[in-house]
């Protein structure tokens, strides 16, 4: 149950698909040299492996617990929370100016994979955290940021979420929560539910975004305000002071993430809670969306965590598990499970799922670094596409292969993997929540058809497609013949995208709800196919690497090999999906609710 961060994979990756090179030319990344990366990600590999990891298991056996009111994290959460501040880590991609490193998001990105490989439930309060703070960083009031930016950015302090209520789940309008100005602040009253981290004892305040509503606020989204509702209220010289009226007042019992404390928060069961405003009333989900937008990429890089977690465990188990004789071998003395077929292609389709969605995760990361620090106007307007596109892709398209990945982790290990002793079941039992929180996968792909392609008409996916078309060509000149002809499959997926796109323009203004039908299928096409296009320029950067000796052969190998199975194993699921988007949108819409 060791793990070891992939930092060959993650360097590759960030040279070769996110371009940190050209990331390290923009305006305030001049200092994300290779080799302070390297340097960086290295020491993030040993907190991970030798730190969290170690209390991934026995956490998720003890969990997290509410002790007369106080919540406590399991043994060596705190501890290892202390040397996380210790080491900077929160404020990895904040910019300077407020306590940060100010390096590109894509590092940053590789950072969170491996702390949620490492432990997942420990390292979803700080993926919470850097969430608020880039809210805050956006929206907050200059005060604001001067009040609780620094302390969040170096972890004393953490930030949490609150959206969801008992009967407003992912209808954010029907929220309840009362916000009653008065002297200069408000007075929030409510409760919320599923508050991840929202009461613990690793950090010393903790520093909650709180969506409510005003005396006077219209109906529904449009009626939602933002507000800042800390713990303990900052005195003026920054230090803590008295407690707020907030509470949690109880913990949910989960499937997984047992050591990450989900609460069910109170607020203003004594006279209200006191509450700053952020921006300006009723605007509260649009800034929000700020801190939704990061969590749903962090989420979408959880999935490729725990994928990765459960590859690494996987292959270690069926290189040492001994079981039956090789096919075909004389000898009736069992060999490891590694020597048979069907072994081998579920351990190549995990490895070819989890590097395929890292590439994405990370170019998309690099989309982010670009469209925010970029000088020239057109690679700002390809890279804002970019991040809107292939967000929600992301969040659901990674999250569900975390679970399909994780799944496979236990055929792996046979009878043993459904057995909690070996580690292989909280895998999945871990990533089962990422399809779930943070918008659903299903409400993802709406945002991804009814948002972003529909209300440009196309033009967004057009930038995308025809950015990805370049990709493509790279594969298509590549000097290696058997790379090269990976380009024929990965542009005929691209062309089929650009049909679907099409057809979901063309339907949605006969049927919007066959166009919805469509929009999970969608997502998943562009998926598979985006993944297999970065898997193909993988090889072909391998390619090149190995025409001139650059680099270990045994890696470069790999990653063609990869590519080349992808193409061959899991690519064919893009032409599945584009069937589904049409035939498959009609059939769905044949059900009635009276059918159920």
Known sequence: ??????????????????????????????????????????????????????????????????????????????????????????????PAEWGGHGLPYA??????????????????????????????????????????????????????????????GSDVGALKTKAVAEN?????????????????????????????????????????????????????????GERNDLRCISLEEKLGIHASPTCVMSYGDGGGAIGFLIGEENRGMEYMFTMMNAARIEVGIQGVAIAERALQQAVAYARNRKQ???????????????????VRRNLATMRALTEAGRALAYAVGGAIDRSRHATDADTKALARAQEELLTPVVKSWLTDMGCQV?????????????????????????????????????????????????????????????????????????????????????????????????WLLETAGEDLDRTAAGATPFLNQLGYTVGGIFLGVSAAAVARRLSTGRGDPAFNRRKIKTAAFYCANLLPYAAAEAARVKGGASSAQAFGPEDF
Not at 186 to 214: C, F, P, W
Not at 325 to 337: D, H, Q, S, T
Not at 420 to 429: D, K, V
């Open 1 to 94: 149950m060791s793990y070891r961060a992939p930092l060959d994979d993650m360097h590759f990756v960030l040279e070769e698909i996110a371009g940190l090179e050209a990331l390290a030319q923009l305006p305030g990344f001049e200092d994300a040299s290779g080799d302070l990366v390297e340097s960086i990600l290295g020491q993030a590999g040993r907190l991970a492996a030798e730190e969290l990891a170690p209390l991934n298991h026995s956490g998720d056996r003890e969990g997290a617990s509410l002790q007369n009111g106080v919540v406590r994290t399991p043994k060596g959460f705190a501890e290892a929370y202390g040397h996380f501040v210790e080491g900077g880590w929160n404020g990895l991609t904040l």
């Open 107 to 168: 590092v940053g990105a590789a950072t969170v994979e491996m702390w949620n490989s490492a432990n997942i439930a420990f390292a979803l309060c700080p993926l919470l955290t850097a969430g608020a703070i880039d809210l805050l960083h956006a929206h907050g009031s200059e005060d604001q940021k001067q009040t609780y930016l620094p302390k969040m950015a170096n972890g004393l302090w953490s930030g949490t979420m609150n959206l969801t209520e008992p009967q407003a």
């Open 184 to 240: 200069g602040h408000y007075k929030i009253s409510g409760q919320k539910i599923y508050i991840t981290h929202g009461e613990q004892d690793l950090s010393e305040n903790i520093v909650h975004m709180v969506l409510a509503r005003t005396a006077a606020a219209p109906a529904g989204s449009k009626g939602i305000s933002l507000f800042i509702v800390p713990k303990f209220l900052p005195n003026p010289d920054g230090s803590l």
């Open 324 to 342: 039956s004789r090789a096919l075909g071998a004389r000898e009736a003395a069992p060999v490891a499970i590694l020597e048979h077929a069907d």
């Open 406 to 502: 994780a799944s496979i982790g236990i055929q792996v290990h046979g009878g043993m993997g459904f057995i909690e002793e070996t580690g292989a079941a909280q895998h999945y039992r871990d990533a089962r929540i990422l399809p779930i929180y943070e918008g659903t996968n299903g409400i993802q792909a709406l945002d991804l058809v009814m948002r972003k392609i529909l209300r440009d008409r196309g033009k967004g996916l057009t930038a995308v497609t025809a950015w990805l078309d370049g990709e493509v060509a790279k594969v298509t000149a590549c000097s290696d013949a058997p790379v090269a002809a990976l380009a024929a499959d990965l542009g005929a997926a691209l062309s089929a995208v650009e049909a679907s796109g099409r």
